[in-house]
């Protein structure tokens, strides 16, 4: 639900709809956490039970949206740390796989591990998906090699079974596909960075990644895709990238639309 509201918010300028995104998020960060440790329920003003896989890798999902319909970069540096916790908890080496229970749940007969996507994608494809991602803004390579491991185990399910693999499909995409890394300058609530932010969704590019850098804010400098790509001129600026090389940066929404579309 944060991650529709945050996008369609972005899509349709829409600030109603982002700030419903930013309620939920602040709620669950906060209400919902206990130590670091993300739990499940909350009810009468009481949160308990250790959150699965899928809690945390659909909310890593979400805060990534957030970060893109906002630029705070709170939510994004939110998103990392509970990825590396998710990998801390839910991923078993040995078994080169994700468990739906993390390491600190009650001993069980059989540890669970559902990776068949339904009528909502499997925890395990959820969390390969924002992994990649993450790795990527990040350059963590202990964040893409579970999420490669976990594509490489689902080989034999994808091609059996595509009707019940659909996000790791879509996962599988964006891994072997040149993924647009796309990083704009500027703050959000301007106009300048508003436009450039509008083109970035109105093309359909679900191989992306986008981070947004306040130059008033620097809580994301140290990521390689932020490094040495600040505002020019004080104006919003877009940086176009793959693997980190980055075209010229643009001070327009019509530059940047070309650049998308190379």
């Known amino acids: ?8 918010g972005a899509v349709l300028a829409r600030t109603d709809y982002v700030e419903v995104a930013r309620k939920n998020a602040e709620f669950l960060t906060q209400s919902l956490r206990r130590d670091g440790r993300l739990l499940r329920t909350y009810k009468d003003g009481q949160a308990k039970l250790n959150a699965y896989l899928e809690d945390y890798s659909f909310l890593i999902s979400g805060l990534i949206a ?28 040995g078994a080169g796989a994700f468990y739906d229970t993390g390491r600190d749940h009650e001993e069980l007969v059989l540890r669970p591990r559902d990776t068949s996507d339904n009528a909502i994608p499997s925890g395990s494809s959820m969390a390969a998906d924002v992994l990649l991602r993450l790795a990527i803004i990040t350059g963590d390579p202990a964040l893409k090699g579970p999420a490669v491991t976990t594509l490489r185990s689902a080989r034999e399910m994808m091609t059996r079974v595509p009707a019940g693999s659909g996000h790791y499909l879509c996962t599988l995409d964006f891994y072997l596909s040149k993924a647009k890394e796309i990083v ?23 191989n992306r990644v986008l981070i947004g850098l ?4 620097g809580a994301l ?6 490094k040495n790509r600040g505002q020019l001129g004080g104006r919003a600026t877009a940086y176009v990238c793959e693997n980190y090389v980055c075209q010229l940066p643009v001070n327009t929404p019509d530059e940047l639309v070309k650049q998308l579309a190379n």
Do not use: N
């Open 1 to 8: 639900m944060m991650q529709a509201f945050a996008e369609a």
């Open 66 to 93: 957030l970060h893109e319909a906002t630029f705070e970069a709170r939510w994004l540096t939110d998103a990392i740390d509970l990825g590396r916790s998710m990998v801390e908890l839910f991923w078993d080496e």
């Open 184 to 206: 704009i300058a500027g703050d959000r609530r301007e106009s300048d960075a508003a436009a450039m932010a509008a083109e970035a969704y109105r093309s359909f590019i679900p």
């Open 214 to 217: 306040d130059d008033k804010d």
């Open 221 to 226: 400098a140290d990521l390689p895709l932020a």
